[in-house]
């Protein structure tokens, strides 16, 4: 990679981490209208900015509303070998965060309900094989 192309790789990484942000904090609102207690919040928004801003950003740029569809290779792999805290409680944590977010990114546009729900049948197939990638990883 040259010098440049290091450069507009960096701008495009700055830009949609920025991206990122603007939605998760218009997610948080819309969780805070909906009565979600602030530790609940903090806990959603950490689960997604950790997933926005560390595993869809290492490859390849991909904003966060477009990541729906790449949660197997986060909690079937990614998350368990690079999350210190990985669990089978922290999997389940995760899978609510990604389908109350989801749900929103729907709710406002950002995804199709086909994409949607297509995620929500990732995770009913995945859910059993990621908990039990993570308890054999810790044994």
């Known amino acids: 990679m040259t010098d440049q192309e290091y450069e507009k790789w960096e701008i495009q990484v700055e830009q949609t981490q920025k ?16 009565g979600l207690k602030e530790k609940t919040i903090k806990k959603h ?5 950790f997933y926005a801003n560390t595993f869809l ?9 477009k990541g729906a569809l790449e949660l197997d290779g986060f ?34 546009g950002k995804i199709s309900k086909d994409d949607l729900q297509e995620m929500i049948e990732l995770i009913k197939d995945g859910k059993d094989y990621w908990i039990e990638e993570v308890e054999n990883y810790w044994e």
Request: aromatic share 14%; glycine share 2%; charged share 25%.
């Open 19 to 34: 991206h990122n942000q603007e939605l998760l904090n218009d997610f948080s609102t819309y969780l805070k209208e909906k």
């Open 45 to 49: 928004i950490n689960n997604l900015d």
């Open 57 to 65: 950003l290492r490859l390849e740029i991909i904003p966060i509303e």
């Open 75 to 108: 909690l079937g792999d990614f998350f368990i070998r690079k999350a210190m805290w990985a669990s089978k409680a922290t999997i389940l944590e995760n899978i609510a965060s990604f389908k109350k977010f989801y749900s929103y990114a729907h709710e406002i």
